[in-house]
């Protein structure tokens, strides 16, 4: 096992892969049909022998109305970027995301990222990051499981995922790179510049009109790093818990007095029971309830398995706290095997240690985050609609679901449970609907399932 450095081609890569055939064109037709008489069909026909379609969406955009590229999309490869970027582009939520997992895929040989440092730092850097692979590759070796030996991973090591999003959600996250909370971090200025580059080619002078906007908000304290590496706390195990900070008075009769207005031209038909308008085909009345909760110290590994639902508020601090306070999670199959213990501990250990000695050597601040492991803790918030929040239970509630973040799920739930009957209809799968989705993975556990969130 020997996991390669980045650098030459192996560098933080990304390019924009696949786009809408007609983009500019229909983004044109988007800018007049608001005040052009004629059918849509006509207006884009028309856009057609146009020669002023640039010069017409970049004058609708500086008036503000931004909605008019978001018609033109793009897929887009980040290629060989340390897990610290896959973290940052995933909170942008207006996006479809498809990452390579650290559940089932082998990361030994995938190589880590090598931020720029002094030259007293780098070598103990690459030797230090270099022990971590080689731990995990180790704890493979003693029978754990990839989704728990990942833990030891350190947060400079290489993802691979694609992102599909519109203009102008990808033009905000190249200007959040280049001039927002991405400004001070070398990877993600570096792959904004190259976004911004490409997207010059399609919007030849859109990303610069966005500078003013992100750098107004150079002064928000909350992003900036600080000027020198911050003190580390002693390394100390914990584990997740999940706390319902408040709930929607009365979602019973939320939701109820909600169907009953949504369905009043069929008043001569009986009210719907909580059960059918859960179950319907359209529940939206459980978006009119909602809940909030916070998640203390959830694994950083889990937090990607929380970020993917896009129907939500979450709040996940920067990647640095979580190195700060150094906490960090013990998975059952390695706390029941003494030798994998051993080694396991000694890698949070050793890693406080380098850190420590390398910030005496002047490391740059920047690059504390990489010596994040995915193993180590953050607190998150989230709000939920109650529709999401089925969703959500659906998935995290089932026996195949990561089990930090499962954990947590049952726990919310039960707890919800206590504010209406409602919550009772939300759980896996196989509860709420009587059938598994899993295929040839089901767990064949469903009457148990089904007795367990029936209580």
């Known amino acids: 096992m020997n996991p390669t450095l980045c650098s030459g081609s192996d560098a933080p890569r990304v390019q924009i892969i696949s786009h809408s055939d007609a983009g500019e064109l229909v983004c044109a037709s988007a800018a007049r049909i608001s005040t052009t008489q004629g059918s849509a069909l006509t207006v884009f026909e028309r856009s057609k ?18 909605s008019v590229v978001e018609h033109a ?44 440092m002094p030259q007293a730092c780098e070598g103990p850097y690459k030797s230090h990051m270099t022990a971590l692979f080689e731990t995990y590759a180790r704890l493979l070796d003693m029978g754990i499981p990839k989704e728990d030996a990942r833990f030891v991973l350190p947060y400079c090591f290489r993802s691979n995922f694609y992102c599909t999003m519109n203009a102008r959600e990808l033009m905000h996250m190249m200007a959040t790179m280049l001039w927002g909370r991405g400004r001070e971090i070398p990877e993600l200025v570096a792959l904004g510049t190259s976004l911004k580059q490409q997207l010059e080619a399609f919007f030849p002078n859109l990303p610069d009109t966005m500078r003013s906007q992100y750098e107004k908000h150079n002064g928000d304290m909350r992003y900036r790093l600080p000027e020198t590496i911050p003190a580390v706390a002693e390394p100390a195990v914990a584990a997740a818990r999940g706390v ?32 059918e308008i859960v179950s319907g085909e359209r529940p939206r009345e459980l978006e009119l309830i909602r809940a909030v909760f916070r998640i203390e110290g959830l694994s950083l590994a889990a937090v ?21 306070a150094n906490r960090y999670v013990l998975p059952p199959t390695v706390a029941e095997n003494p030798e994998a213990a051993a080694v396991y501990h000694h890698a949070f250990a050793e890693n406080t240690r380098v850190l420590r000695e390398l910030a005496e050597k002047g490391l740059p601040v920047s690059a504390m985050q990489y010596f994040a492991m995915a193993g180590h803790l ?15 239970f659906a998935l995290r509630t089932c026996n195949r679901a990561q089990w930090e973040i499962r954990a947590v799920a049952e726990e919310l739930l039960f707890a919800l449970r206590e504010h209406g009957e409602v919550f009772r209809l939300f759980g896996p799968s196989c509860y709420t609907g009587g059938c598994c989705p899993e295929g040839r993975f089901c767990c064949g556990k469903m009457q148990e399932m089904q007795r367990k969130y029936s209580r």
């Open 49 to 66: 022998e146009k020669e002023n379609n640039g010069t017409l969406i970049e004058k609708v955009v500086a008036s503000g109305h931004r």
């Open 378 to 392: 953050l607190d998150c918030s989230c709000a939920m609609n109650g529709r999401e929040l089925k969703h959500f």
């Open 244 to 275: 319902l900070c408040s709930v929607t008075p009365e979602a019973d009769e939320t939701v109820r007095c909600a169907a009953m207005q949504n369905g009043a031209m069929t008043c001569a038909l009986p009210p719907m029971t909580l059960e």
């Open 304 to 324: 990607t398995h929380l970020v993917r639902h896009r129907v939500q508020s979450v709040l996940v601090p920067q990647v640095m706290q979580a190195i700060v």
């Open 73 to 116: 999309v793009f897929t887009v490869a980040f290629d060989n970027v340390s897990v610290c970027t896959e973290e940052f582009v995933i909170e942008f939520r207006l996006a479809s995301y498809t990452v390579q997992s650290r559940r089932y895929v082998d990361f030994s040989d995938i190589g880590f990222y090598t931020p720029d």
